[in-house]
């Protein structure tokens, strides 16, 4: 990583985080959904802030290939590129929480250095990682794109799960099983988890 131009300055907003979560009615924070590509990470994202949303609440969906299609257009899928991919999206969404909004993200980021390094970037409790828990046989039956199906013939490199490994998380705030759970009972337990931890009123 390159070292920061010393004649670059951080410019203080005059409006802060603690004035915008007041507006907004609730704290912000990073939700992280991690795990297999099909094990519903994007749909659960979605379908929580579909919750959110109904509840008045300031969000956004930080989707991995919607982020690829602009964002990190120029990157690629190895293990540097994928670095990257998180590094940036780590910082787009700390902007995010400063500006008093929670910030969904749904990423396979497969690697726990790469997670850790989003979860450092800002005070405990800003960071909730969210392990979207779901065999890898479950998630290839999901395989909408057929992309499984082309790793298993050598077609896609570095592919998680089958060329490339995936990290469990070692300590997750949010295990969700999204292999065997109904779509509402996965955002219902993200929901309570974010009212016991004072994330949102009551």
């Not at 300031?58 to 990157?75: I, K």
């Not at 997670?115 to 290839?140: H, K, M, Q, T």
């Not at 997750?172 to 999204?178: M, P, S």
């Amino acid at each position: 990583m390159q070292a920061i131009n010393p004649n670059i300055r951080w410019h203080q907003a005059s409006i802060s985080r603690q004035q915008r979560e007041s507006q907004a009615g609730h704290r912000s924070v990073i939700l992280w959904f991690t795990g297999l590509s099909g094990s519903g990470k994007s749909t659960l994202a979605h379908a929580v802030e579909q919750a959110l949303h109904m509840q008045a609440c300031r969000t956004f969906v930080f989707d991995g290939d919607n982020v690829r299609h602009g964002l990190c257009a120029d990157l690629g899928f190895s293990a540097l590129d994928r670095q990257e991919n998180i590094r940036r999206i780590g910082e787009m969404s700390k902007l995010f929480i400063e500006a008093g909004v929670i910030a969904l993200t749904a990423f396979i980021s497969p690697f726990v250095a790469d997670r850790d390094r989003v979860r450092n970037l800002v005070s405990p409790g800003d960071f909730i990682e969210i392990y979207c828990r779901a065999p890898l046989e479950v998630c290839e039956g999901r395989d909408v794109k057929g992309l499984y199906a082309k790793a298993r013939r050598g077609e896609i490199a570095d592919f998680t799960g089958i060329s490339s490994p995936y990290e469990v998380p070692e300590a997750a705030e949010l295990i969700v099983d999204t292999g065997s759970q109904a779509l509402e009972e996965c955002v219902a337990q993200v929901i309570l988890y974010l009212r016991q931890q004072h994330i949102l009123p009551g």
